[in-house]
């Protein structure tokens, strides 16, 4: 049994960490910490564990934490809980700038400790067993990413989020693109952007081998305009990426499951640790660089 500490009150860390820590038979969930003491009171009550009010004291109760919290805070919770030898289980991105995600790399790195970044698509299986299979048939010359998303719709539970609204399409939608798009066309090694109107944002990038891949992104798009889709063309011809035959539950479901088996084994390669998690920060930095100063920025190995 796997003990975790819980960082974060809102609604994602309260749908999906706590209730999927709960579900998962060899997870325990052992406590909760938010920078709102009566929110991170009641998800506590909530689950019959007790509120902390302080980060190292709920470190020094767990061996894990699930970190469900803007990147920004995010990326110091998750260096604190690698220097104390806790093992991360991550939400995307990993951070808001490069060095904040070399930060969490390095405490990672040097404390041994293993690591997930909960990439949500990546976790449904048949998502996965695509990736793998489209990666292999290789030939692929270019990527279109098309996700139109509205946070501001009502009743949506992340209209009312701050960093959400700050940091638009690019860094909330754009590291699950990204997810997809990298395990099937490699690093990127140029990145141009853009804005368009309603909060879009256009990628245009270079991968290693020369393919491209072109990506359009709004956290505000008109009701009838939503849409999420992804499609790969190449010498094999048209593949498009199937939905997830989960919901977010069931895929964070998958995520506890490969960090224990990250703990277990003592293998800390994975294909969305913390490192996957910086190149991702990588690519959204640059492309911030890119469209603020309208230059492609190249991306040093």
């Known amino acids: 049994m796997l003990r975790f500490g819980l960082f974060g009150t809102g609604h994602w860390a309260a749908r999906t960490h706590a209730a999927g820590l709960d579900a998962h038979p060899r997870a325990e969930l052992v406590g909760v910490w938010g920078r709102d003491p009566e929110r ?6 909530r689950h019959g564990v007790p509120a902390f009010n302080d980060v190292d004291t709920l470190l020094d109760a767990c061996d894990a934490v699930a970190v469900a919290l803007p990147p920004d805070v995010q990326a110091g919770i998750a260096v604190r809980a690698a220097t104390a030898g806790r093992h991360l289980l991550l939400d995307k991105p990993l951070a808001l700038s490069l060095d904040e995600a070399d930060r969490v790399v390095a405490a990672t790195r040097s404390a041994g400790v293993a690591s997930v970044v909960f990439f949500t698509q990546r976790f449904h299986p048949n998502v996965d067993g695509f990736l793998t299979a489209t990666a292999a048939a290789g030939g692929w010359q270019h990527a279109r ?12 539970p992340y209209g009312g989020s701050r960093w959400r609204r700050e940091q638009g399409a690019l860094w909330d939608i754009g590291p699950h693109a990204l ?15 853009m804005d368009g109107p309603g909060g879009l ?35 094999n011809g048209v593949e498009a990426v199937p939905p997830g035959d989960g919901n977010a539950l069931t895929a964070f479901g998958t995520a506890v499951d490969q960090l224990l088996g990250q ?26 660089t890119a469209r603020a100063e309208a230059r492609t920025i190249d991306l040093q190995p």
């Open 40 to 45: 991170a009171a009641a998800l506590a009550t």
């Open 145 to 156: 990413v098309t996700q139109f998303a509205s946070i501001y719709a009502p009743g949506s």
């Open 179 to 193: 997810s997809i798009v990298l395990p099937v066309l490699g690093r990127v090694t140029r990145v141009a952007a």
């Open 201 to 235: 944002v256009h990628l245009l990038l270079t991968h290693d081998g020369g393919a491209t891949s072109a990506l359009s992104l709004t956290l505000d798009a008109p009701p009838t305009a939503l849409t999420r889709d992804v499609v790969f063309y190449g010498d």
């Open 263 to 288: 703990v277990d084994s003592g293998d800390r390669d994975h294909r969305c640790d913390v490192r996957f998690g910086r190149e991702v920060v990588a690519v959204l930095a640059a492309a911030e």
